[in-house]
């Protein structure tokens, strides 16, 4: 019996649900020409709400789940046992501008197995990006996965339809990636970002368009032994060595007729969450991968606690620090002090010595922020050595009602 749409929609839908693509931050403004149709804005996809309060998203879709390769790890590899389907470059494009149309959608998010081969595959989720931009004026966000293995014209291609284009370096060791992947090459991964990096800091010197929302990538956690500090250096090197917008982190799923070199298990979804924080404090804070490793044993990050508060506890020696005379990188490893604080901080003790209540306006987190502080009329004293320190700034846990 043949597919719908609809069955089809079903199927490459939830098998994309294991594709990290929660921001779209970065495009620029653009509003579609005369007889287009969709718009973005600098914020992101999720900028608009509905009369019903329906924030629009992404449409998040795989062209196909049929794939040549068979990663360990992945639902949709070759050996894998599942329901498989495939849209036609003019089915997405039907798609994406009905769901448009209906207001449920402000963008495309695309990515595919691989079939025939890497090039075919490309240029076929790159067709789809070409025809809504050129036929029908889709001027709305799309993100592309782009295929490592194609040809780099191809990649050029889908870049100048793409607002943002990815390439997921899958895991962070080679070691692994061999073993789970063998037939993906992290120098072909390499050379995919490389090109996408020189292409969009050669498009921003000219001022043209070319994946003007950057490109980010994606890492499987938990699917090796790798360790939280590993992880984060890879991410590190990536930030530096390719300029990445972002690097997603997704935690391993147990698969269906899974290989023994697999975990049973599933890592503590927690972990994913202290791998986005310590991202965070790698990016705005300055914080280096030792420092954040520090808060934690082994190489991995403390559950328990976020990375910055860890790393806090960790170094009491360093503070408590004197908001009124310590430098922006020192404010900015104390708990509960934000970046955008720091900076109004700096500001305001030009004109005048900060009060407590002073910087209780500037910022909301002070609650953790009282043991590692000084201000001129404010002294934690012996605060910071306190044995309960932690426990007395991290409430325990409680199971929330439904209605709270």
Excluded at 171 to 198: C, H, N
Excluded at 298 to 323: C, N, Q, S, T, W
Aim: net charge positive.
């Amino acid at each position: 019996m043949a597919q719908t749409s609809l069955d089809k929609l079903r199927i490459l839908a939830d098998a994309a649900k294991y594709d990290a693509s929660c921001a779209s931050s970065g495009a620029e403004k653009r509003t579609a020409k005369p007889g287009g149709i969709g718009s973005t804005t600098g914020s992101g996809i999720c900028h608009s709400y509905t009369p019903d309060g329906r924030c629009v998203s992404l449409l998040k879709i795989l062209l196909t789940n049929y794939c040549l390769f068979d990663c360990v790890y992945c639902i949709n590899r070759r050996s894998s046992n599942v329901k498989r389907a495939r849209f036609s470059v003019d089915e997405v494009v039907e798609l994406t501008l009905g769901f448009y149309k209906r207001n449920y959608i402000e963008g495309l998010f695309l990515s595919s197995g691989i079939i025939r081969s890497p090039d075919y595959t490309m240029e076929q989720m790159m067709l789809v990006a070409k025809k809504l931009r050129r036929d029908h004026g889709f001027a709305g966000y799309i993100h592309l996965k782009a295929i490592p293995e194609a040809s780099p014209w191809l990649l050029e291609q889908a870049g100048l339809f793409a607002d943002r284009m990815s390439v997921n370096i899958e895991l962070a060791s080679d070691v692994s990636l061999k073993k789970l992947a063998p037939e993906k090459d992290r120098g072909s991964i390499d050379a995919a970002m490389g090109q996408m990096s020189e292409r969009i800091a050669e498009a921003r010197e000219e001022r043209r368009a070319f994946a003007p929302a950057g490109q980010s990538t994606q890492m499987i956690v938990g699917a090796d032994e790798t360790t939280d500090e590993a992880v984060l250096r890879t991410s590190a090197s990536l930030y530096s060595g390719f300029r990445l917008k972002r690097v997603y982190y997704s935690a391993f799923s147990p698969i269906p007729e899974a290989s023994p070199s697999l975990p049973v298990k599933a890592p503590p979804l927690r972990r994913e969450n202290r791998l986005y924080q310590a991202d965070w404090l790698l990016r705005f804070y300055g914080f280096t991968v030792e420092e954040i490793a520090s808060g934690g044993e082994g190489g991995m990050l403390d559950l328990g606690i976020d990375p910055k508060l860890a790393y806090a506890l960790k170094h009491r020696e360093r503070f408590p620090v004197d908001v009124n005379s310590a430098d922006r990188e020192l404010l900015l490893r104390v708990p509960g002090l934000g970046s955008r604080a720091v900076d109004k901080i700096l500001t305001c003790r030009r004109q005048t010595r900060l009060r407590w209540d002073d910087v209780a306006r500037l910022s909301g987190g002070l609650r953790r922020a009282r043991a590692f502080l000084v201000t001129a009329d404010h002294h934690p004293a012996r605060l910071i050595d306190r044995a309960d320190l932690r426990a007395r700034l991290t409430p325990p846990a409680r199971q929330l009602s439904l209605f709270e």
